[in-house]
């Protein structure tokens, strides 16, 4: 099993006490992005390209426990960026385990050999190492030779040392899925604790646009992965019916509240993957956000999304919605064979609008406001020696 039983149970028992309660919207994983900065430029990211004040923004150890304490989910995943540039993130990761709070620190490993002291195994902690696909795979997608062979070296030394290591494998148009399913063996044989995998976000800043797999090649191309996994046990961090939807076996509605991304901007409307406006406070973001003109379907922008920030949401609370149906699931696998489900019609969407720029020069106006010197305070100056009238 790739996540731990007890993460399991209470993550079963959070979701099933939001549904007694009648809660129609709630968080099942704070993403927590501390920065932007990173140590890589991949081609297929959409937040490589801020300006340097921006990017050397950080939020504090506070901040990112507020951030906590604000939305309540079970689950955090600690994102970026790269977080291990955070000079911060021990005290981060030790203040939000200290509240048993489930955490997943995602990196591309390429400082992880250098930080393991500064971190100690525990059962509350994963780190999620970035690698999307085999060596040349996943070097092609980061845009940097020998990356994948310090990631798996990485992950070696992590293992040694007890920690449990999960992969974040992104795939992209022209993936093969004899490759795939060869790499997701290998990655077991290392030992890696379990696999989350997508198809890659169409960032509408990302300088490669022509890699990003539309739905149908998703639902094709995850079809033939896990028809060639078959028997094979693979382990894999995300709900069975996920996996079944990255099939086309479930017609899912987007669940964009589900994993609330907190940044140093604010809280990101509507989701981790689209970033639309930002609310001042956790309530706020759910309380005031138009969900309903976002996902796919309602938004041009989320016409391709299969991603799990999106809809591994849905596929928990449907879990618990129809628990023999994920049973059937979870036991066979995914459907590979026979017709797909219903895609979700296009022709009523909103077209997409575009508020990046606007967004930074918002930003970049408040950075240089906090730079700006105050006005020099005006000094009565007291004449010292005595005067007579005549001065």
């Known amino acids: 099993m790739a996540v731990p039983l007890m993460q399991a149970v209470r993550v079963g028992a959070y979701v099933v006490k939001q549904h007694l309660r009648g809660r129609k919207r709630y968080p099942l994983v704070l993403m927590l992005e501390p920065l932007f900065r990173c140590n890589l430029a991949c081609a297929g990211c959409g937040k490589i390209d801020y300006p340097a004040p921006i990017l050397n923004q950080r939020l504090s150890v506070q901040e990112c426990l507020d951030a906590d304490i604000e939305c309540g989910a079970p ?7 790269e977080p291990l540039l955070h000079k911060e993130m021990p005290a981060i990761i030790a203040g939000l385990l200290a509240r048993k709070k489930y955490v997943y620190l995602c990196t591309n490993a390429l400082l992880l050999e250098k930080k393991l002291d500064d971190y100690k195994p525990n059962p509350f902690f994963s780190w999620d190492v970035h690698l999307d696909g085999d060596q040349s795979m996943h070097d092609a997608s980061v845009c940097q030779d020998g990356v994948f062979d310090r990631a798996v070296t990485a992950i070696r030394r992590a293992k040694e040392r007890g920690f449990r290591v999960s992969i974040n494998c992104t795939l992209f148009d022209g993936a093969q899925p004899e490759r795939v399913a060869k790499f ?26 022509a890699h990003f797999l539309n739905r149908q090649k998703t639902k094709q191309l995850f079809r033939d992965i896990f028809r060639l996994g078959k028997g094979k046990k693979w382990r894999f961090t995300q709900s069975p019916l996920f996996l079944n939807f990255l099939a086309g076996n479930e017609t899912y509605a987007c669940t964009p509240w589900g994993k609330p991304l907190r940044n ?11 970033g ?78 575009y508020s990046y720029n606007h967004i930074v020069d918002e930003r970049m106006a408040e950075i240089a406001a906090r730079k700006k010197p105050a006005s020099a305070p005006v000094i009565n100056r007291v004449r010292s020696t005595p005067v007579d009238a005549a001065d």
């Open 264 to 274: 140093v901007f604010g809280w990101q409307r509507p989701c981790y993957l689209l």
């Open 184 to 209: 997701f063996d290998e990655v077991m044989a290392l030992g890696v604790d379990g696999i989350m995998t997508a198809p890659g976000y169409a960032y509408e800043r990302a300088p490669d646009q």
């Open 75 to 81: 689950v955090i995943a600690v994102a970026g960026g």
């Open 276 to 353: 639309e406006g930002y609310a001042s406070s956790f309530k706020e973001l759910m309380d005031d956000t138009a969900w309903e003109q976002y996902g796919t379907g309602n938004y041009e922008k989320c016409a391709d999304c299969m991603v799990h920030s999106g809809y591994e949401a849905t596929a928990v609370m449907d879990a618990v919605k129809r628990p023999l149906h994920i049973l059937k699931v979870a036991l066979s696998g995914p459907q590979t064979e026979g017709a797909m489900a219903p895609e979700i019609p296009l022709e009523n969407q909103r077209p997409a609008e």
